[in-house]
């Protein structure tokens, strides 16, 4: 059975408007169950990935979102009620060029 949430991926800046970057991601993905997923998202050129907070929301047709997971750092993340804890988050710099 294939588990086929919508998944948001949102980004809070600790300062200044989070309007001011730009996060670009899949609208969709879909999974089968006991498999590893990577849900992606790339937060535009300009911006450092330390000054943000990571979440990552589950939003079912017709439900408001709800978080799955908050990523703070690698030693601080938190996972929302009821989110098995198969779910982990991490963030990572683009190699340069």
Not at 2 to 13: D, K
Request: charged content about 10%; hydrophobic content about 30%.
């Amino acid at each position: 059975m294939a588990w086929t949430p919508v998944l948001l991926g949102l980004l809070r800046h600790c300062t200044g408007s989070p309007s001011q970057s730009m996060l670009t991601q899949p609208s969709s993905l879909s999974a089968s169950l006991e498999t590893t997923t990577r849900l992606t998202c790339t937060l535009s050129s300009g911006f450092s990935i330390d000054s943000f907070v990571i979440s990552w929301c589950q939003q079912k047709s017709g439900s408001p979102p709800w978080c799955l997971l908050y990523y703070y750092s690698d030693s601080s993340t938190y996972l929302g009620s009821e989110v098995p804890s198969c779910f982990s988050g991490s963030k990572t710099r683009p190699h340069p060029h």
